[in-house]
C-alpha cells in the first residue's frame, strides 16, 4: 500500500485522539464514584434487609403486647366483678364466701404475673422500637452518602462526555484527510491491537518500544517515502518522520 507521507503522519495526529477517547473511556469506567456507589447501595440494601426484620419483631411484640394488656384486663373485670359480689353481702354461705375470696385472691395473683409479662413485652418493644429507628436513620444516611456520589458521578460523567465529544470531533476532521484505504488498515490494526499507527524514532517502534533490526532499518532506508510500511514485531503501521532520522 502506497500514501503521501502527510498522509500517514496524519495517522500519528490520528493515533493520539484515540488514545485521548481510550484514556476517557477508561476514566468513565473506573471512577471512583462508581465504586463508592456499590459500596453504600450494598450497604443501604442490607440495612433495609435489617429495618424489615426490625420492624417485623417491634410489630409482634406490639401484638404480643395488646395480646397481654387484653388478658390482664380480663382477669381484672373478673376480679372486679367478684369484689362486688363479696362487697355486696350477697353471699352468705361461709364455703361460698371462702370459694370467692380463694378465686378474688387466685385472680390478684394472676393478674399480678400478667402485668409483669406486660412491662416485660413493653421493655423488649422499646428496645425493638429504638432498633428499628436506630437501622433506619443508618439506612437514610448512607443513602444520602449515596445519592452525593451519584450527584458527583453524573457530574463527572458530563464533564468526560463532554470532553469525549470534543475529542471526537477533531477525530472526525483528521479521519476525513486521510485516504480510506490507509484509514481502513488502521482500523483495522487499532481493533486488534488497541493503536493502529506508531512513529519510528531512531531505530525504535514507539508503538511496541522495540528495537527494530539492522536489517529491518535497512530495509526501510530503501522503501520509498510513500510506501506503508509495518513494524516487524507488533505489525503496527510505522510512521517515518523527521525524528526517524531515515
Known amino acids: 500500500m502506497k500514501a503521501a507521507p502527510a498522509a500517514q503522519k496524519r495517522l500519528l495526529d490520528l493515533a ?41 419483631e417491634a410489630g409482634d411484640l406490639a401484638r404480643e403486647q395488646a395480646k397481654a394488656e387484653s ?7 373478673r376480679a372486679e366483678r367478684d369484689q362486688k359480689r363479696l362487697d355486696s353481702g350477697q353471699v352468705t354461705s361461709p364455703k361460698d364466701l371462702a370459694s370467692l375470696q380463694s378465686e378474688i385472691t387466685s385472680l390478684n395473683r394472676r393478674q399480678s404475673d400478667l402485668e409483669e409479662v406486660v412491662l416485660e413485652i413493653m421493655e423488649r418493644r422499646e428496645a425493638a422500637d429504638e ?9 437514610d444516611r448512607l443513602a444520602g452518602l449515596r445519592a452525593d456520589a451519584e450527584d458527583r458521578r453524573d457530574a463527572a460523567f458530563a464533564e468526560i462526555d463532554k ?8 477525530r472526525g476532521t483528521v479521519a476525513a484527510e486521510i485516504p480510506a484505504d490507509l484509514l481502513s488498515l488502521y482500523e483495522k490494526l487499532r481493533e486488534q491491537f488497541g493503536v493502529g499507527a506508531a512513529m519510528l524514532q531512531g531505530t525504535r517502534c514507539l508503538g511496541c518500544r522495540t528495537s527494530l ?3 529491518e532499518i535497512n530495509r526501510i532506508k530503501a522503501a520509498s517515502h510513500d510506501e506503508v510500511l509495518r513494524c516487524e514485531e507488533c505489525r503496527r503501521i510505522l510512521v517515518r518522520t523527521p525524528e526517524s532520522g531515515l
Open 163 to 170: 470532553e469525549n465529544t470534543e475529542v471526537k470531533g477533531k
Open 16 to 56: 493520539e485522539l484515540d488514545s485521548v477517547i481510550d484514556r476517557l473511556a477508561h476514566r468513565r469506567r473506573t471512577l471512583p464514584e462508581l465504586a463508592e456507589i456499590d459500596d453504600l447501595s450494598a450497604r443501604v440494601a442490607r440495612l433495609a434487609t435489617q429495618v424489615i426484620a426490625a420492624e417485623t
Open 71 to 77: 388478658d390482664v384486663d380480663s382477669v381484672r373485670v
Open 131 to 139: 432498633q428499628v429507628t436506630k437501622l433506619a436513620a443508618e439506612r
Open 213 to 215: 533490526s539492522i536489517a
